[in-house]
Every structure is written in structure tokens, then in C-alpha cells.
């Protein structure tokens, strides 16, 4: 979808998106691009849903296992 920047710097956002997204979103900036996340209403149960997929693995291998991909991804 197209979405429009007014001069003012004001980015239209059609309803059913904007109900989507609810009143608050975080804007993250990307190299390509920006993604726009809509802010959980209880953000402490949405990072309990997340723990609980997470692999289990030692804390230390998730992040030795992050850190890899990261630094593949920056090649």
C-alpha cells in the first residue's frame, strides 16, 4: 500500500491499519526502511509469550547464538 507524507511531515495511515496499531507504536529504523510496531498493551505478559518459545538452551548459548547472526547479517 502507498501511503502519503504530508509537508508537515505527517504520514497517513488508512483506519484499519491505524485500528491495528492501536494509539501507540515504536518506530524502528532499519537500513532499508522503517517498521512501525504497535506497543503491547501489557508488554511484561508479551515477553513471557516470547521466553516461552525460546529454545531451551542456556542463556549463554542464546546469546552467543544471537551474536553469530548478527554478525552474519552486518557481512
Known sequence: MLARIDSK?????????REKLGNEVYLVEMDDGIIVIPKPKDPVRELEEI??????????????EI?????????
Open 9 to 17: 511531515g505527517r504520514l497517513y495511515i488508512p483506519k484499519k491499519m
Open 51 to 64: 521466553g516461552k518459545r525460546l529454545p531451551d538452551k542456556p542463556i549463554e548459548e542464546l546469546k552467543k
Open 67 to 75: 551474536l553469530k547472526q548478527a554478525m552474519e547479517e552486518l557481512e
